[in-house]
């Protein structure tokens, strides 16, 4: 008798629970950032004050880049129009402030994800959209082939970085001794190293390749050394306490990754959404389950992201690979099944 009583216990929990979880995904609702996004008929999106590939204005003021076309996506899931995104440039001493304040909805410039940022500033990563890490750039007539050679030398850091710290830990590590030469502004910091003042620079991979070929005079006077000192996992990062806002940031960085394991582009979108019967790409499209409903969107939304900017490869592709100014191998940013370690979660 008390088994009986304990199965039938156990099916209207069941069941109870069921219901609720029903009840809840049917009925969710935005978050207070998403209301304050529709009111105004703009996100408001952080990026760097100007890194090649990754967020970086024209003389008319036009913003492109890796990070750009993610908020560009963003506001075509949210606000069905890539267009209604204002982008806020912030060097690192302001960025986090600017988030905390509410002065933008999402921060999205080339930003470590690291526990400290995560744990005691208020905000939190959604995603992470590029594997990077921490190198150096230096001159190629000084004929240094290893970071292990900077004995004494002069390295210029930008301050408030990740970099600075990762470059005091990695030369103490090493028992090199090395004199930093720290820079507030990120332009004043490169530009003193392609004056002389320093021997090497130290920032992001990423950042140095697009250094090395957007301001140097002659790229073929620098390299990149060998070694890589540091994980930089970079993404977008919203205020903490909003927790709607959070899961949209989210899963439209990993819609895109998404978009692109299963070979749905920009370009095949629209006949994909009207052929397809692949329950995947219908997810992703909006032609079958409807995960807007989830998210308080509608069920075209991520169709309107790819639309937007393509699928992550694209977007990677146009701003930082092979055939980009930066000219950056995918390499552990590929899918996860082409031998690389990106991975999303499944969109159902």
Not at 62 to 86: E, I
Not at 114 to 129: C, E, K, M, N, V
Not at 214 to 229: G, T
């Amino acid at each position: 008798m008390r088994h009986t009583v304990s199965r039938l216990s156990l099916r209207l929990f069941g069941g109870i629970a069921a219901a609720s979880l029903l009840a809840f995904s049917a009925t969710a609702q935005a978050g207070k950032t998403l209301d304050s996004i529709r009111q105004k008929g703009s996100i408001q999106c952080g990026v760097s004050t100007g890194v090649a590939g990754f967020s970086l204005p024209d003389s008319q003021g036009n913003w492109s880049g890796f990070d750009v076309d993610y908020c560009r996506a963003l506001a075509a899931a949210v606000l069905n129009d890539p267009s209604k995104v204002t982008f806020t440039p912030l060097n690192s001493q302001q960025r986090f402030a600017a988030l905390q304040s509410g002065e933008v909805d999402v921060l999205a410039r080339n930003t470590t994800w690291t526990l400290t940022r995560d744990a005691s500033l208020g905000l939190q990563f959604a995603a992470i959209t590029y594997f990077d890490g921490q190198g150096f750039l230096v001159p190629k007539k000084l004929k240094i082939t290893s970071a292990k050679q900077l004995k004494n030398a002069e390295i210029c850091v930008q301050s408030g970085t990740t970099n600075e710290k990762n470059l005091a830990d990695y030369f103490r590590a090493q028992n090199i001794k090395v004199r930093t030469v720290v820079f507030e502004g990120f332009e004043a910091s490169f530009k003193a190293f392609f004056s002389g003042r320093c021997q090497a620079y130290t920032t992001d991979v990423s950042g140095l390749a697009g250094l090395r070929n957007k301001e140097a005079k002659n790229p073929d006077d620098y390299v990149v050394l060998p070694e890589i000192i540091s994980k930089e996992p970079l993404g977008p990062a919203v205020r903490r306490g909003d927790d709607e806002w959070l899961a949209i940031v989210k899963w439209v960085a990993y819609g895109l990754i998404e978009a692109e394991e299963a070979g749905l582009t920009q370009a095949n979108a629209d006949a994909w959404k009207a052929t397809s019967k692949d329950p995947v790409v219908q997810r992703l499209l909006g032609t079958g389950e409807d995960s807007g409903k989830l998210l308080g969107l509608d069920r075209e939304w991520l169709y309107r992201g790819i639309k937007a900017v393509g699928n992550y490869g694209e977007i990677f592709e146009r701003n930082v690979g092979p055939n980009s100014v930066l000219k950056l191998p995918r390499g552990v940013n590929r899918l996860w099944n082409q031998g690389g370690i990106l991975y999303a979660p499944p969109v159902r």
